[in-house]
């Protein structure tokens, strides 16, 4: 998908909200249009977004669409979650390469930082973090292919259970100046934007995410946290992203969830992801697209190779 001119990325906005700062930005005065599929079951209950926006918002409502759809045709249903099941088991395969690809170039990482000037050691860390990227790759491309086969075996878009919603949601679409996406279950809320190709359906307008939401719409979705209950706490790879953007790697809540003080960890995946560059998106932090440059917030970090952070717009 060829990214939008004006995409705009939000710190988690539950304790500190910005959103109608940001909307009001952008010069929306009309209607907008609010997903929050990721909240599941809890989608339609968005009276606190609604009043923070001043009652403008208009709900989408693809949590409760997409379980009108599995009512209506339970062969899609079986399609889809036979899909979901592939894609589940090609996922724990790539957790299970990943965890020796990263033990081996975070040990030679450590190395390199010891000694910076042993050429036979920067050689092979940079060859081992390579292999994480490649590995990366693979796994995109194979979901990718997973969501590919999908869509031409089943054409849901054709199908008339998930086609009549399609006419409605343009229809809003049509009406409204911006659209917003919350966070929640990034796994559920990129499923519900796919199924009903939300993004194909809408005109040139503003996209405001957050969380998960900004998770959603990168072209790969990146799953981290240092310190789980459980495993050795490798960022990973999840599916590949709507791709409303590009060039951006985001982190919500990253101070809870990433040893933003750890060099090694730091660089490791500063390095893991580049060219893109990975977004530090806290409460009060704000990125801004704007169809040929990121431009950062004032306090908005990024992770760097040097294993520090710096503000976005830092040369």
Not at 86 to 113: D, F, N, P, T, V
Not at 159 to 179: K, T
């Amino acid at each position: 998908m060829a990214p939008r001119s004006k995409v705009v990325l939000l710190g988690p906005q539950r304790l500190h909200p910005t959103l109608n700062l940001a909307v009001d930005a952008l010069g929306v005065h009309g209607r907008i249009a609010a997903i929050t599929a990721g909240w599941e079951e809890r989608e339609g209950e968005d009276q606190e977004l609604s009043a923070h926006l001043g009652g403008r918002t208009i709900n989408l409502r693809l949590w409760e669409r997409a379980a009108d759809v599995s009512a209506r045709d339970p062969e899609l249903l079986r399609g889809w979650r036979a899909r979901i099941d592939a894609q589940r088991e090609i996922h724990e395969i790539y957790k299970l390469r990943l965890g020796h690809e990263m033990e081996c170039a975070r040990e030679l990482l450590r190395r390199e930082m010891q000694d910076p000037t042993r050429e036979l050691v920067l050689a092979e860390c940079e060859g081992a973090i390579e292999a994480v990227r490649q590995l990366d790759a693979f796994h995109l491309k194979r979901t990718r292919a997973v969501h590919d086969e999908f869509m031409e075996l089943w054409r849901p878009h054709e199908r008339e259970s998930v086609a009549r919603h399609r006419r409605e949601i343009a229809a809003i679409l049509r009406e409204v100046e911006c659209l917003c996406v919350a966070g929640g279950h990034v796994a559920r809320l990129v499923d519900h934007l796919r199924l009903f190709g939300i993004f194909g359906l809408m005109p040139e307008m503003p996209v405001v995410a957050w969380s998960a939401g900004s998770m959603a719409l990168a072209e790969r979705i990146v799953l981290f946290h240092d310190s789980p209950p459980q495993g050795p706490g490798n960022a990973e790879v999840f599916e590949v992203g709507i791709g409303l953007y590009h060039g951006v790697i985001p982190l919500p809540h990253a101070a809870k969830r990433l040893k933003l003080d750890d060099p090694l960890r730091v660089r490791l995946m500063a390095r893991r992801f580049r060219p893109a560059f990975c977004a530090v998106l806290d409460p009060k932090t704000r990125l801004d697209w704007n169809g040929r440059r990121w431009r950062g917030e004032t306090g908005t970090l990024r992770l760097c190779e040097d294993g520090k952070l710096a503000e976005v717009n830092a040369a």
